[in-house]
């Protein structure tokens, strides 16, 4: 009998072992022993469809080149996006399927702000980490969260350059166009704030309207700003709904000028706009895409032509950066990787360059640029600096 037991108990012993071989030693949701999973819910159809789209090829172009390479520690990164067309229900459903059924590692690149506040409803209480949502929203970035991290500029940073770029020529007048979501009311506090700093004395509020989220019947918001005369139009909204206001403001003789904060989808926008997009002022969060003045940039786009793209935007170089600074974090949390540890990687990363692009993460501080400058769309359509 006592035999019996000693060869059952090494026989369970030796089962476990195998089991341990078999499996691996990580036992890390959305890890492993030859992939690494991170999901990602964006507009790949829609109205907004052009900044997922962006967003990911930036992305999944760099991670396809450290796939090519081994790896990280001999796994894949394997990148799962899923189509909310820019609407946070649908966001909300594509969170809960990427953390409960696709078991991912990590949530990437997330596009837009009421659609990231959805999303981290989810994360949040599950701990996984929310690595670069494409939102510059103070409500994505307070109340600190250990989990989050963002690699952009916030939209305070970006009205606040707005906002002082308009006291610097001259001009007095602001009204704001907003969307009646988080995203739009962001931007109208952004400026909002900016207007009570004291270096912007003599600029003030005189009109503000809401439209739609990815609605393109603006005629309501354009007479009720224009009723107030303003000398500047900011507009926070995506580039179907900014075209629009653009050309019916302009139908009705307006020829003052306009602002956007980058998350407009600036390639879109020039496009829309053509000939009528002379002078539409973009706020940007990342580097300069079409030309080769910095490292990041060029390698960037050495790597868009090698896969056949030959058009740059801005909506690709932040996939692409924030793919690399994401992948850093993998290297620095070393073989056994864990969110843990992947977390503490990222808060190692103080003053990290990324090819002239520098990001600041550390244990209290999760937002890793305050980098703002501006850029105009000239009468051929071209985005310059």
Known sequence: MQSRRITALLAMFAAGIVGIASGGAHAETGVTNDAIIVGQSAPMSGPAAQLGQQMNRGAQLYFNAVN???????????????DDFYEPDATARNTKTLIEDTKVFALFGYVGTPTSL?????????????FAP???ASALREPFARNVFHVRASYNDETAAIVQQIHTTGLKRIAVIYNDDAYGKAGLDGVQ???????????SLVAQAS????????KSAITTVLEQKPDVVVVISAYQTVAALVKGAQ????????????????????N????????????????YP??????????????????GITDFDYGSIEGYVAARVFVEGLKRAGRDLTREKFVGALETMGNYDVGGFNVNFSPSNHVGSKFVEMTIINSNGQVIR
């Open 251 to 270: 139908e009705q003789g307006y020829a003052g000028q306009f602002y956007n904060v980058s998350f407009v989808g600036t390639k879109a926008l020039a």
């Open 211 to 218: 439209v739609v989220r990815n609605t393109t019947d603006v």
């Open 68 to 82: 090519a390479a081994g790896g990280i520690n001999g796994r894949k990164i394997e990148l799962k996006v899923l």
């Open 272 to 287: 829309a706009l053509g000939k009528a997009g002379g002078g539409v002022i973009i706020s940007q969060v990342m580097p």
């Open 134 to 136: 494409y939102s510059g």
């Open 118 to 130: 959805a999303a981290l409803k989810i994360a949040n209480p599950a701990g996984v980490p929310f």
């Open 193 to 203: 704030r900016a207007l009570k700093l004291p270096a912007n004395k003599g600029v």
């Open 290 to 307: 079409y030309s080769g003045a910095s490292p990041v940039v060029r390698d960037y786009q050495k790597l868009l032509k090698s896969d």
